[in-house]
């Protein structure tokens, strides 16, 4: 199984994360953002892997530190249950609609990071969270998983929905690029031999 469990400690926020690849979409999210978990529950639906966060963070002040924080754990995570990345598929892409809304999405595995962030929200605020913590989370998580990772609202004015999207999108990109190609038999799906 790829798996990987994280404990990340600050004086910002203290993190446990769980997170299983092969799962079944299951976990238990407890960031103290409501709007948060709502995402990182959907994140884990669409995507399958079992997921559980539990952060305590420096909410009272904003969800900065929360948001950035847990991408990093998760990022972590990702990295270290994918391992030497042997047999997976490597790259996929999403496009999802969700009413007025549409996001693609597009990844490479790569071990490079880079993110491509163009999903812009037409309000600052989803509830009490910050809509501009969605790009902040994504490159949180894109830098430690060391992935290729384009985002793009081809439409959308529901910020909620736009955010809602990305997830979502992430989420199954996600799911099929690190499915296991039986094509490769067990190589790393690069030409240099390691990713």
């Not at 529950?41 to 420096?58: A, N, W």
Request: aromatic share 6%; proline share 2%; net charge negative.
């Amino acid at each position: 199984m790829r798996t990987s469990s994280i404990n990340r400690n600050t004086a910002e926020t203290q993190i446990a994360l769980a997170l299983n690849l092969d799962g079944k979409g299951n976990g238990t999210i407890d960031t103290g953002c409501g709007f948060l978990d709502h995402m990182l529950t959907l994140f884990s639906k669409h995507s399958r892997f079992d997921l559980d966060v539990k952060c305590k963070g420096d909410v009272q002040v904003d969800f900065h530190h929360t948001a950035e924080d847990i991408g990093i754990a998760l990022g972590k995570a990702f990295a270290e249950a994918l391992g030497d990345k042997r047999g997976i598929t490597r790259y996929a892409d999403t496009t999802l609609p969700m009413d007025e809304t549409l996001i693609l999405s597009a990844v490479d595995i790569s071990g490079r990071a880079y993110l491509s962030y163009n999903a812009p929200c037409l309000t600052t605020k989803v509830g009490d969270f910050d809509t501009e913590l969605s790009e902040e989370f994504w490159m949180a998580f894109v830098r430690e998983a060391g992935i290729t990772l384009h985002i793009t609202k081809l439409a959308g004015t529901n910020s909620h929905h736009i955010i809602e999207g990305v997830f979502k999108s992430v989420a199954r990109t996600l799911r099929k690029a690190v499915k296991t190609d039986p094509e490769l038999e067990g190589e790393v799906p690069s030409t240099k031999g390691v990713l």
